[in-house]
Structures are given as C-alpha cells and as structure tokens.
C-alpha cells in the first residue's frame, strides 16, 4: 500500500531576462505555483533561474539580478506562499554571497526554508558568471520523504543520480533551462535527449525524477521545454510537456516506494549488485588510483 502519496508538478514558463522583467517575472511563478496547487499539487517543481531568466551578458548584470539565499525577495515570496498553500517548492534562483554568485536551486516547505544546492556543473557562458557549487550534493530530509536537487547540465553526469540515490534520496527535483543545441533535437515522438536522460537516470537509480524546463526565446538562444516527471521505473507518469508552451505536468507519487524499488526481484538488487570495490581504482578519481596509460 502507499505509504508517502503526494500530488507533484513541473512547471514550464517563460522568464526574460532584464531588470524591468524580473518584477514579472516572479509574479509569472506565484500564479503557476498557485495554478498547480489548485490543481492538486502539493510539491511544485519551477525551472532553473525561474526569477531572473537566463541569457546574463556581463558579470555586472548577474549581480543586478541576483539575491541572497534565503533573504532575497523570490526566495521569502516562495515561502510565504508555501506557508498558506502547504506546500512544498522548488526553484532557481542567482544567488549572491558576497562578491560570488552562484546559480542555485532552493527547497521549501510549509515550515519555511529548507535547504539549497549549488549547480556542481556549470555549462557554456555560465563558468564566466558563476561558481561552481561548493555544497556538495546534498539530500534533504523532510516530512514528504528525502529530496535531492540537481540543476540542469548536471543530468548529463550519471554521477550526480546516483550519488543522491546512494544517500538516500526518495526522489529528484531537477531545475532546467535546457537549451537548443545542433540538431537532432528531438525524436518523432518530440522528446528531446534531455528528456531521455532524465527518464534514464530515474531508471537506473529507481528514483523519480521531476524535471522542470522552460520554454520560450532569449536573447539570441532557445529553449526545449519537454518538463516531465518519471518514475522510479524511469516511464513518464503522464504527459512530457511540449517545446513551445508554458505547461504543468502533473503525476502522483509514492515518494518512498523508491526505497524498494532497488529489488527487481530475487536474484536483481541494484544496491548489491554494484561492483564498489572495482570503480574507484578504475575511474581514478583519487590522485594515484587511476590504471596505468
């Protein structure tokens, strides 16, 4: 029987860039997060740097646009709103700490101010604008079950899945701004291949994954939209969004059944059947340990 049911929902918009929109822009968020949880959602997933857009020129305008964590304006908005709708939120933000900034994914709840994450993995123009993350990969225990963060860029590192499965993660908020690449960018059915990874890395961990995208045009770039929610067996639970329109996939989820997941059946344990004691020495991620070239 389900033990830890909850509504979810990944909400796909389009945030500009610009000071003069970033005032909109977070109102853009409040109305879709009051949207999904009038729909039924109780956790809401938004995309990364959902406030602010994303297409920064210069360092000095990151700063214009960013906020401390979780002083800033979107940050205390998101939890006053969490509070009166009983929520559980997830979304991007640029954070300021002092001189640096980071591009960072916060989680609330109807208590307030949970935690953040720090993207690990910056992509393209990013690493002239941001640190990279220097939080770890952290999981965060809450009364709906244990959520890992990851932004972006970093689903295309296996790693990333399966060091937040291995704490213990019951599931995944993923906050995106995929971005059009060369072509192919989608298959016949319309997903993108960061659709595939997300549906992927939710298959190989057994942990849901709830992908938030976002749509629209930016200052010369593009981006996919395709915002999902997979379950523990890695399928779409319901719709995957489309590349062009603002949406809100919705799905429900037994947030801990993640947690036996990992037994397919009585010869197939995913956790046992790692072969821990060969990866480190084969990876070479210590100074030393790599094989010989």
């Not at 945030?15 to 009051?34: K, S």
């Not at 949970?114 to 640190?131: A, C, D, Q, S, V």
């Not at 947030?255 to 046992?272: E, F, H, K, P, Q």
Request: hydrophobic share 45%; glycine share 8%.
């Amino acid at each position: 029987m389900p033990t830890s049911l909850i509504a979810a929902a990944a909400v796909q918009f389009d945030p500009q860039v610009g000071l003069e929109n970033r005032d909109a822009n977070l109102t853009r968020t409040v109305e879709l997060i009051n949207q999904a949880a009038d729909e039924g959602a109780r956790l809401v997933v938004l995309p990364e740097l959902a406030t602010t857009g994303y297409g920064f020129e210069t360092r000095d305008e990151a700063y214009a646009h960013a906020e401390p964590v979780p002083d800033g304006p979107a940050v205390q908005a998101w939890i006053r709103l969490a509070e009166q709708r009983d929520l559980y939120i997830v979304g991007g933000v640029a954070e300021s700490d002092g001189v640096d900034l980071y591009d960072t994914a916060v989680l609330i709840g109807p208590d307030g101010f949970i935690g953040k994450y720090r993207k690990t993995h910056l992509w393209n123009h990013e690493k002239l604008i941001f640190e990279p993350g220097d939080l770890g990969l952290p999981v965060f225990h809450t009364r709906i079950g244990r959520i890992g963060l990851l932004i972006c860029w970093d689903i295309w590192f296996p790693e990333v899945a399966r060091i937040l499965a291995v704490q213990g993660a019951d599931l995944i908020c993923s906050v995106n701004n995929w971005v059009w690449t060369p072509p192919p960018l989608f298959d016949e059915s319309g997903r993108c291949m960061a659709a595939y990874l997300t549906m992927t890395a939710a298959h190989v961990n057994n942990v849901p994954i709830i992908a938030a995208n976002r749509v629209g045009k930016e200052r010369g770039g593009r981006f996919l939209g395709c915002s999902l929610i997979a379950g523990s067996n890695g399928w779409p639970l319901g719709d995957v969004a489309s590349a062009e329109d603002d949406a809100i996939v919705h799905a429900e989820l037994d947030v801990v059944a993640s947690r036996s997941a990992l037994i397919w059946n009585d010869l197939n344990d995913l956790a046992r059947d790692r072969r821990t004691d060969l990866y480190e020495p084969l990876l070479g991620y210590r100074r030393g340990d790599a094989l010989p070239r």
